[in-house]
């Protein structure tokens, strides 16, 4: 299995805004199955750890890509630490 090309970056730190992505990515090998084509899109924007998230991903012939936009919101992890 091949992870593919992954960055990551920030796009706001005032508002602690980042991404991060993973292309070209093979999900098997075509001897166990093909997936020919995915698609979804996701928002949520349920404020949680890594959250309100904007996501998309799309596979194409066992190619998985995937962007992720996020908020990191350290507020609701100190209520994890209480």
Same mark, same amino acid.
């Given at each position: 299995?091949?992870?593919? #090309?992954?960055? &990551?970056?920030?796009?706001?730190?005032? *508002? !602690?805004? /980042?991404?991060?992505?993973? #292309?070209?990515?093979?999900? !098997?090998? #075509?001897?166990?199955?093909?997936? %020919? %084509?995915?698609? !979804?899109?996701?928002?949520?924007?349920? *404020?949680?750890? /890594?959250?309100?998230? #904007?996501?998309?991903?799309?596979?194409?012939?066992?190619?998985?890509? /995937?962007?992720?936009? &996020?908020?990191?919101?350290?507020? &609701?992890?100190?209520?994890?630490?209480?």
């Amino acid at each position: 299995m091949n992870l593919g #090309f992954m960055p &990551y970056g920030t796009i706001s730190k005032k *508002k !602690r805004i /980042h991404w991060e992505g993973q #292309f070209l990515a093979t999900i !098997r090998d #075509f001897k166990d199955g093909i997936t %020919f %084509f995915k698609f !979804r899109i996701n928002l949520d924007l349920y *404020k949680d750890n /890594h959250s309100p998230a #904007f996501q998309i991903e799309l596979t194409i012939l066992n190619c998985y890509n /995937h962007l992720w936009i &996020y908020q990191n919101n350290p507020d &609701y992890e100190d209520e994890l630490d209480d």
